[in-house]
């Protein structure tokens, strides 16, 4: 369970330093869901 935590904690940290904002982070995703979308 604590590894669990720890890979969580990692993971987060990376996605906050790759967009740089929370927005960014907000932004990633809406981008990733409209691409998926486009595929059906």
Same mark, same amino acid.
């Given at each position: 369970m604590k590894f669990a935590r720890? /890979? !969580?904690l990692v993971a987060l940290v990376a996605l906050?330093? !790759?967009c740089g904002t929370i927005d960014g982070v907000g932004q990633d995703i809406s !981008? /990733? /869901?409209r691409t998926v979308q486009s595929w059906f």
């Open positions: 720890q /890979a !969580g906050l330093a !790759g !981008g /990733a /869901a």
